[in-house]
T-cell receptor, first 115, second 107 residues
């Protein structure tokens, strides 16, 4: 089974703090993704990466950055946390398949509260 | 128009009922289709892929209609444990997720 591990299930931070969310997968997947999920808005893609050192903006990258120094690890960074970044953050990984997609496997999620 | 759309529900059904969800997509070039299940406050988990010829896994049947650009999920003989939110995902590089359809199965 694919295992995607996120560093924290629950996190509370203050506005203005720099926040790091870590994600590690153990299946040698090339593709990794960061989403946030909010009631009524569904899953929204923040950033994704198809390879080490590579990153692409998703639909809502503002206020976030990412780092992929190793294949198994994909970090999401909130540069200066704001209250509107309070959300459930989900990391996912998948294998690539040409121009199509293989299914993504999700971590447990991090419930982040910004006070 | 959203790229992927689902009826948000909730669908309230009795145990043993058959329930069907649809998911429409706008990109005719989409190549990959999936159904996920998400329990309250948990992460989405892959339920099944959707293949062109349709596929079945126990009580669950998934179908793809490329001409009308939708996928469907049929759940037969609903169980209490089927209560969850069902998300469709459509891809051609990235996956685009629907907002999910909430299902509540009652005794």
């Amino acid at each position: 089974d694919v295992k995607v591990t996120q560093s924290s299930r629950y996190l509370v931070k203050r506005t203005g703090e720099k926040v790091f969310l870590e994600c590690v997968q153990d299946m040698d997947h090339e593709n990794m993704f960061w989403y946030r999920q909010d009631p009524g808005l569904g899953l929204r893609l923040i950033y994704f990466s198809y390879d080490v050192k590579m990153k692409e903006k998703g639909d809502i990258p503002e206020g976030y950055s990412v780092s992929r120094e190793k294949k198994e690890r994909f970090s999401l960074i909130l540069e200066s946390a704001s209250t509107n970044q309070t959300s459930m953050y989900l990391c996912a990984s998948s294998l690539p398949r040409g121009t199509g997609s293989l299914p993504q496997h999700f971590g447990d999620g991090t419930r982040l509260s910004i006070l | 128009r959203k790229e992927v759309e689902q009826d948000p529900g909730p669908f309230n059904v009795p145990e043993g009922a058959t329930v069907a969800f649809n998911c429409t997509y706008s990109n005719s070039a989409s190549q990959s289709f999936f159904w996920y299940r998400q329990d309250c406050r948990k992460e989405p988990k892959l339920l099944m892929s959707v293949y062109s010829s349709g596929n079945e896994d126990g009580r669950f049947t998934a179908q793809l209609n490329r001409a009308s650009q939708y996928i469907s999920l049929l759940i037969r003989d609903s169980k209490l444990s089927d209560s969850a939110t069902y998300l469709c995902a459509v891809g051609g590089g990235k996956l685009i997720f629907g907002q999910g359809t909430e299902l509540s199965v009652k005794p």
